[in-house]
């Protein structure tokens, strides 16, 4: 099939690559120029782990190509897939600004027949808004159909995740488009739901927001446990054997992140504002997560007392490991709060630095995470690099003003870290 992706964020260009893996003919559009001519080189714009290599290897073997222009890309696709970016406006709705320029450049470009999909995160009801405007824009003699195509990939897993998804949802009422979404996903071998365009979009919010649900359980768990004495790990892990419970997802930690399940919770809660219905439970869901970051800063203060003029290494920046985002990332919100009472901070991640130094100019980067702990007297971790499981803690030690560690992800042993010196605190446990 040919194909075509408006967007080359992690959705659109893994997604992309994938499809054109599967012996389809990609291109790729995208409105920045540097961006373009690096992607046609092959320079993926985020890191992905194996990501740069499908697309290398797609590039070379001319079944993925990138490109500024809507045509001929579009006419020439059996399917367009708009995968453009839904930032969050003030008020927590999704911003369909790209969306909607995107459908109408896609529209006017269009010819024959063509499905037009989308995937990325938009509202329940958008789609009645491109339908009009797709209509209003085609060439005469054009006939188009809308679908939803929900996403489910994960940053960091995405080309597996992509490869092999638990299962794929198409939304739309039309069969010609169901047969040829069908047609193009049977290579993925994942159980198909059919649905309507509304279900389909309902399906994406509300199994991001069921996932932040289960952190969030996790983490209040956590926070009772340690006020009980209980191990939060064991306990988890004791509910998660429960198959109609699942131990998935249910790691506490300083919150959830991303550019995706903060987002999409807001948007869920004010999806359901505007049809009358209080989601309070998802309230909840965010009170809990705004509690687990400041939980981190409200034990550096115990640890050290006060925290101002002490010197704090943290490990890990990105929102999570495998990725170099830090959109919406707990390191933010918890060095900013650690900043503003007085603390001095030097970070290390092996990723995700360089990004972090345009939302965090005012802290200092090591250039290795033994130097981040140099003269510090407390080290928090906060995200679950692999680089960070096995670390060398006597020389860490050494290094150390004093021996304190906040391990926001369990990663370590504490009875190990204790006879080891270390003031320990866990989250849970
Ligand atoms: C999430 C969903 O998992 C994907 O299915 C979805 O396609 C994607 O959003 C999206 O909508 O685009 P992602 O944000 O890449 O994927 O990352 P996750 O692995 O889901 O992690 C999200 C956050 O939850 C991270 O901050 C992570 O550290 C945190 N988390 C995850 C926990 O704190 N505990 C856990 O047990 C699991």
């Known amino acids: 099939m040919k194909i075509t992706f408006v967007g080359h964020g992690y959705v659109g260009l893994v997604t992309a690559a994938v499809f054109a893996d599967f012996g389809n003919e990609v291109f790729v559009i995208g409105h920045t120029k540097k961006k373009i001519e690096d992607l046609k080189r092959g320079i ?42 839904t930032p969050p406006t003030k008020t927590g709705d999704a911003d369909l600004s790209t969306v909607l320029d995107v459908v109408e450049q896609i529209g006017k470009n269009l010819e024959g ?46 080309i597996s995740d992509t490869m092999s998804p638990d299962r794929v949802v198409i939304g739309t009422e039309s069969k010609r488009a169901q047969e040829l979404l069908t047609k193009l996903h049977e290579p993925i071998g994942a159980p198909i739901l059919l649905t309507n365009f509304e279900t389909a979009e309902l399906i994406k919010y509300a199994s991001n927001s ?39 997802f249910l790691s506490p930690g300083p919150g959830y992140g991303g550019s995706c399940f903060p987002k999409d919770v807001r ?45 704090i290494g943290i490990l890990g920046l990105s929102y999570k490991a495998n990725t170099d985002d830090i959109r919406d990332a707990p390191a933010i919100d918890i060095i900013s ?37 140099d003269n510090a007297d407390l080290l928090i971790l906060l995200t679950e690099w692999n680089e960070f499981k096995e ?24 009875s190990e870290l204790r006879e080891l010196g270390f003031n320990y605190v866990g989250v849970g446990r």
């Open 337 to 373: 709060w650690l900043q503003n009472d007085g603390a001095k901070i030097t970070a290390f991640d092996p990723k995700a630095q360089d990004n972090a130094k345009e939302l965090l100019p005012n802290i200092s980067y090591a250039d290795d995470m033994y130097a981040a702990l």
């Open 391 to 414: 670390l060398n803690f006597n020389e860490i030690k050494k290094r150390m003003n004093t021996p304190n560690i906040i391990d926001g992800r369990n990663l370590y042993n504490p």
């Open 44 to 85: 993926v714009p985020f890191y992905e782990p194996g990501l740069s290599e499908l697309v290398k290897k797609n590039i070379d073997a001319k079944r993925l190509t990138f490109t500024l222009d809507y045509a001929p890309a579009v006419p020439e696709s059996d399917l367009v897939f708009i995968a453009v970016g």
């Open 113 to 158: 027949y063509t499905v037009v999909a989308t995937k990325s995160t938009v509202p329940t009801g958008t789609n009645k808004k491109v339908q009009r405007i797709l209509e209003e824009t085609k060439p005469q003699g054009t006939e188009v159909d809308y679908a939803s195509v929900p996403e489910f990939l994960r940053e960091g897993t995405a």
């Open 267 to 311: 948007a869920l809660i004010s999806i359901a504002k505007d049809n009358d219905y209080a989601f309070s439970l998802l309230s909840e869901v965010e009170t809990i997560n705004h509690q687990a970051k400041r939980d981190i800063v409200r034990k550096a203060r115990k640890l050290l007392g006060d925290v101002r003029g002490k010197k």
């Open 210 to 248: 069921f996932l932040a649900l289960k952190i969030s359980y996790a983490n209040a768990i956590a926070k009772l446990s340690e006020a009980v004495e209980a191990d939060a790990l064991k306990v988890l892990e004791g509910i998660g054997m429960d198959k109609r419970i699942g131990n998935m």
